[in-house]
């Protein structure tokens, strides 16, 4: 059974940090891409960040660029967020991602966590 389960969102004043995590089970994490996105009240999903399935390259949306880092430990079949100069404009609730490339493509969800920056 495959279960990707988001942690570490809640509320936070502007220019603090968060960090999620999503702990993934049920799949073998270490050949799936990861990602994080999010969707704020009223706005479409986007993606966040991305990470490859070995850790080596990430990719960021611009309006995340040098404040929010991705990254992942293969051998905890974990992927981090580390949120940092958070903005009220982050809020929304974020959701990982797991994604493999191939001739029936994978892609699974968790439930998602909220980050709410507020003062």
């Known amino acids: 059974q495959v279960q990707l389960v988001e942690s570490g969102g809640g509320l936070v004043q502007p220019g603090g940090s968060l960090r999620l995590s999503c702990a993934a089970s049920?799949?073998?994490?270490?050949?799936?891409?990861m990602n994080w996105y999010r969707q704020a009240p009223g706005k479409e999903r986007e993606l966040v960040a991305a990470?490859?399935?070995?850790?080596?390259?990430?990719n960021y949306a611009d309006s995340v660029k040098g404040r929010f880092t991705i990254s992942r430990d293969n051998a905890k079949n974990t992927v981090y967020l580390q949120m940092d100069s958070l903005k009220p404009e982050d809020t929304a609730i974020y959701y990982c991602n797991a994604y493999r490339r191939g001739l029936i493509p994978k892609n699974y969800w968790g439930q998602g966590t909220q980050v709410t920056v507020s003062s």
């Open positions: 049920g799949f073998t994490f270490s050949t799936y891409a």
């Open positions: 990470i490859t399935s070995t850790g080596g390259n990430t």
